[in-house]
């Protein structure tokens, strides 16, 4: 009787540890107002909706982290550095997007397993993609915003995947004006990839 106690104790101790572990390995909510802003001011330029005339964006819903490679001189670095600092550290795990993007076109945001059974779906691969999302042009992969402490300056990390051989990114820098956000010049080196 006495181990059939311990036992009932000891199952009821790990399923309650189980419990206040489980929420904190589940992807957080990305709740920060402004940075959908800046996903609407950028999404317009990315390669699905401008070049291949996406008629509903197909959006990776978790953020996804691209190393961080933009390295401004020393005079940009005094106006964009913090936004790269917030930058880095907002992209140390991914967060997961929220439907509170006010753009023109309907979107849709596709999780990491909703990717998957799509792309293992019968004949497989890119044409099962396309045949679920017609003129999408891709999945968009967005990562977090990386801002300055007035929230004035953003970064972001936007890129699309098209095809076993289609897709590129790269960083977008943009300044608040005005209430709207707008492309930021600023002198150094980035990168982008496309293939």
């Not at 104790?9 to 929420?23: E, G, K, Y």
């Not at 977090?144 to 051989?165: P, R």
Request: hydrophobic content about 40%; aromatic content about 12%.
């Amino acid at each position: 009787m006495f181990q059939f106690i311990i036992l009932t104790l000891l199952i009821a101790f790990l399923t309650h540890a189980s419990q206040r572990i489980a929420p904190e390995a589940q992807t957080p909510i990305y709740d920060v107002v402004e940075a959908y802003e800046v996903y609407a001011a950028i999404l317009p330029s990315e390669w699905s909706w401008k070049d291949a005339k996406a008629k509903r964006l197909v959006i990776r819903a978790n953020t996804t982290n691209s190393n961080m490679c933009l390295q401004p001189d020393a005079d940009s670095a005094k106006l964009i550095g913090a936004a790269i600092a917030n930058y880095v550290q907002q992209n140390q795990h991914a967060w997961l997007l929220q439907s509170r993007l006010k753009i023109e076109k309907p979107y849709v945001l596709l999780s990491p397993e909703g990717i998957k059974s799509t792309f293992d779906r019968s004949p497989g691969g890119w044409e099962a993609f396309y045949q679920m999302y017609p003129d999408s042009g891709g999945i968009i992969d967005l990562s977090a915003v990386g801002f300055n402490a007035d929230k004035t300056i953003a970064i972001v990390y936007s890129g699309h995947d098209c095809g076993s051989l289609c897709g590129g990114g790269g960083f977008s820098v943009l300044q608040k004006k005005a209430g709207k956000w707008e492309s930021l010049p600023w002198k150094g080196s980035a990168c982008a990839w496309v293939s």
